[in-house]
């Protein structure tokens, strides 16, 4: 439920101006999603959200940048579901094998990502190789990975 209200605000935050944590709240009710302006104001932090310029001296709710690695980890883990087939790793570099074709898209999903200890990704047909800093980040990144499949 949680989740599906924060899916419903940036679509919400996307679709329209939205400069008020009330008008927020009113347009969830509209679309079915109950809450109170406490919630919404969870949400907002948890999402990341920030006033932008609207123009005309007026602000709107907007995703930060920060905001928008949360929205693509949501997509990664929907690639992930979808095609990974088995991950592994030794010393500082994770293997992911994917079904054919999909390792671009994995690679990218990943590169997207900005994680600070990912040096860089190589992808072929059926195979991402990542390079990551250490054999510490590497572990956690497989353990990381291997849980989204689950």
Excluded at 7 to 26: F, G, H, P
Excluded at 37 to 52: E, F, G, N, P, Y
Aim: no cysteine.
């Amino acid at each position: 439920m949680k989740n599906d209200r924060q899916k419903m605000i940036l679509d919400i935050i996307a679709q329209e101006v939205v400069e008020t944590q009330e008008q927020l709240l009113s347009l969830l009710q509209e679309r079915g999603f109950s809450g109170t302006q406490a919630t919404i104001s969870r949400d907002i932090k948890q999402l990341h959200l920030v006033k932008a310029p609207a123009g005309q001296g007026k602000y709107r709710y907007a995703v930060s940048d920060h905001g928008a690695k949360i929205h693509v980890a949501d997509k990664l883990q929907t690639i992930f579901r979808e095609s990974i087939v088995n991950v592994d790793y030794a010393q500082n570099l994770v293997v992911i094998h994917t079904m054919s074709g999909l390792a671009n898209g994995a690679a990218a999903a990943l590169d997207g990502m900005n994680i600070d200890q990912l040096l860089g990704t190589l992808a072929g047909d059926d195979t991402v190789l990542l390079i990551m800093r250490n054999s510490e980040s590497a572990a956690e990144l497989a353990t990381s990975v291997k849980s989204m499949l689950r």
